[in-house]
């Protein structure tokens, strides 16, 4: 009897280990303030597709729907990660503050990461590069300075607060208090 009761749980904990944890979607409007609006309820699936540019989402129940995309900024993982929808491609939110940093990840044999910039999250999505850091920041002298005095190599680096990017930028912007004179 006392093997029965062993085997049951172990069955039991078994098939509890086994249940799945799905992943959900919320949808990520930017309102007229520039603060996000996050769409309940949770969604199973959001695809996104180019010709024509169209979101269609999947419901709990498995209803299908298409999303305007006119106010859609992107959608959120139920774990937090945030996605940017920009020109019919998908971007991670790597870091958010006075600068917004993107990846786009390629898995399989070759894998590799790409990184993107917005200098605010409502501003076109611009390669990494030396070359679009520039232009962005043509009018910004500080900023200059510091994209040219920094390897591309360190951009990314972080000090598990904020990457050296941001971190630069936010040198170059963040206004002195007086009493920090």
């Not at 990520?28 to 169209?54: E, F, I, M």
């Not at 958010?96 to 999505?125: C, I, M, N």
């Not at 990314?156 to 941001?166: A, E, F, G, P």
């Amino acid at each position: 009897m006392m093997r029965y009761w062993i085997l049951l749980g172990a069955v039991l904990l078994l098939v509890q280990g086994c249940a799945t944890h799905r992943t959900h979607y919320q949808l990520v409007y930017r309102n007229d303030r520039g603060g996000y609006q996050v769409q309940n309820p949770d969604l199973r699936a959001v695809k996104v597709q180019w010709h024509p540019y169209t979101v269609q989402v999947t419901t709990d129940s498995g209803q299908r729907k298409t999303v305007a995309t006119e106010q859609l900024w992107g959608y959120k993982q139920t774990d937090g990660t945030l996605y940017r929808l920009y020109l019919g491609n998908i971007y991670e939110v790597v870091q958010e503050k006075t600068l917004t940093l993107y990846r786009q990840s390629e898995f399989g044999e070759g894998a590799t990461e790409h990184y993107f910039f917005s200098v605010t999250p409502d501003e076109p999505v611009l390669s990494l590069n030396r070359h679009n850091l520039e232009v962005a920041f043509a009018k910004y002298p500080c900023m200059q300075e510091l994209i040219q005095q920094t390897p591309a190599r360190n951009w990314l680096k972080t000090d598990h607060k904020s990457y050296r990017l941001i971190e630069s930028y936010e040198h170059c912007y963040t206004p002195v208090r007086v009493s920090d004179r």
